[in-house]
C-alpha cells in the first residue's frame, strides 16, 4: 500500500518522503530491466564467458570502490577480511 498511495505517511509515521515510493520503485525496476537486457546483449556479442567472468568481476570491484571512495549520499563502507 505504501508504494501505490502516494502519500507521505502512507509508509508509517517515521518515514520520511514516502510519497516518493512509487517512483523510487518504478526507477529500481526500469534500470533492472535495462540490466538484463544489457547482461543479454553481452552474452549475444561477447560470449557467455566473457559475459560471466565480467560479472564476476563486479563483486570484487564494487568492494574496493565502496570502501576507498566518499560516495555522495552513500558515503564510505568500512572493509572487513573475514
Request: glycine letters at 8%; charged letters at 5%; hydrophobic letters at 55%.
Amino acid at each position: 500500500a505504501c508504494v501505490f498511495a502516494g502519500s507521505a505517511t502512507a509508509c508509517g509515521s517515521s518515514s520520511e518522503h514516502g510519497e516518493w515510493a512509487g517512483v523510487c520503485v518504478l526507477v529500481y525496476v526500469t534500470f533492472n530491466i535495462l540490466w538484463n537486457v544489457a547482461v543479454l546483449l553481452s552474452v549475444k556479442h561477447s560470449g557467455a564467458l566473457t559475459t560471466f567472468v565480467a560479472l564476476k568481476a563486479i563483486f570484487p570491484v564494487s568492494t574496493i570502490l565502496f570502501a576507498y571512495m566518499d560516495w555522495p549520499l552513500l558515503g564510505r563502507t568500512p572493509l572487513h577480511w573475514l
